[in-house]
């Protein structure tokens, strides 16, 4: 079996065809109509699962996990179409440190601009960043750890509050439902969040978004730590140049603001369709600037041609947007930090 096959029915453990009945039954009953065939794979790897006879251990990670992804789902449902940026940073930072009001600052004028603001919902850069955009456009993804960190007085009690037993559930929420990053000085956990957050873009799990390096005036924060991924991940040939372009470094609010709203001033949104990359617009691109994309970015197809595309089937089966305009091409060695000089002329229009 290869990485991206699913395990062959057989290979599977047997649940009995009165329990396979029964879950059948169960997701008509629930009237899973919107995706049936995904809550039959759900129900089915859930009996399946519990049938394996897993240890305890093993069972509370799986329940907890979809309990909390279940809970953070809800709580982002209705605020789905709305644009959200994530805000990471050291729960460490006091209020009086130059980066707590750089922090706050930032939020502050994101949440002007119609942004909300998502934070792990701790103390110190977290807490800057949902004072400055305010209770009503705040959302937290609390840790809950043995010490308890409770949730910052800016969003204790919120409805837009949830809280994690895990890490990894709660770095899932805090990158899925935002479209811009913006990540100040931190320790061990705010690196961790940071360098997933570019690994899922580097590999193409996680859409094209603009993430902002921010650090005070003068701050050397990030200086130091590019100057270890220049140093060591791209002198030693463990990532492509093309990788750096992923992040943008910031020292003011104003940059970092002008970074994360110009992304999407035309840009859209991206989708594989077999071979294929299909680049959704906003509006479409002039003749004259379809020239330059290729003059400057050809080298990411194939045959060295992007051009204007309509929707493509499986696009139009899940009515994906299909009232923009798209660029279309089948995209050639995958290095996904090469998009962004294609998303920035896109951008110029």
């Known amino acids: 079996m290869t990485a991206n096959e699913r395990p062959h029915p057989e290979d599977e453990t047997v649940i009995g065809p009165e329990i396979e009945a029964d879950i059948e039954q169960l997701v008509r009953d629930l009237d899973s109509t919107v995706n049936p065939e995904l809550a039959r794979e759900l129900m089915f790897g859930a009996a399946r699962l519990v049938a394996d006879r897993p240890d305890r251990l093993d069972m509370k990670i799986a329940s907890a996990a979809l309990v909390e992804m279940r809970e953070a789902f809800d709580m982002f449902r209705p605020y789905r179409d709305l644009k959200k940026v994530t805000i990471f940073g050291s729960a460490r930072t006091r209020p009086d440190d130059p980066a707590y009001a750089l922090a706050r600052d930032v939020a502050r004028r994101l949440a002007e601009d119609g942004w909300m603001v998502v934070t ?70 705010t690196l961790d969040e940071t360098f997933e957050l570019l690994t899922l873009q580097q590999t193409g799990k996680a859409e094209p978004s603009p993430v902002v390096l921010l650090d005070v005036p003068g701050g050397t924060y990030w200086k130091h730590w590019e100057e270890f991924v220049t140093g060591e991940l791209e002198a030693g040939g463990l990532i492509n140049p093309a990788d750096r372009r992923q992040y943008f470094m910031a020292h003011d609010v104003g940059q970092a603001c002008r970074e994360i709203t110009r992304f999407w001033h035309n840009y859209h949104s991206i989708r594989y369709v077999g071979d294929r990359l299909v680049v959704r617009m906003l509006r479409p691109v002039p003749e004259h600037l379809l020239e330059e994309i290729n003059a400057e970015c050809g080298y ?25 305009p798209r660029l279309a091409f089948r995209y050639g060695p995958r290095h996904y930090g090469r998009l962004r000089p294609l998303i920035d002329l896109i951008n110029t229009v």
Do not use: C, H, W
């Open 300 to 324: 990411l197809a194939v045959d060295g041609r992007i051009l204007p595309s309509q929707p493509l089937r499986p696009e139009i089966t899940s009515d994906d947007v299909v009232d923009l």
């Open 120 to 189: 792990g919902a701790g103390p110190g850069i977290m807490m800057a960043a949902n004072e400055g955009a305010g209770r009503e456009r705040s959302f937290g993804v609390n840790i809950r750890l043995p010490f308890e960190q409770e949730a910052n007085a800016f969003l204790a009690g919120d409805e837009k509050l949830v809280a994690m037993k895990y890490f990894f559930t709660r770095k899932l929420m805090l990158i899925k439902e935002s479209k811009g990053f913006v990540a100040l000085p931190g320790g061990f956990g």
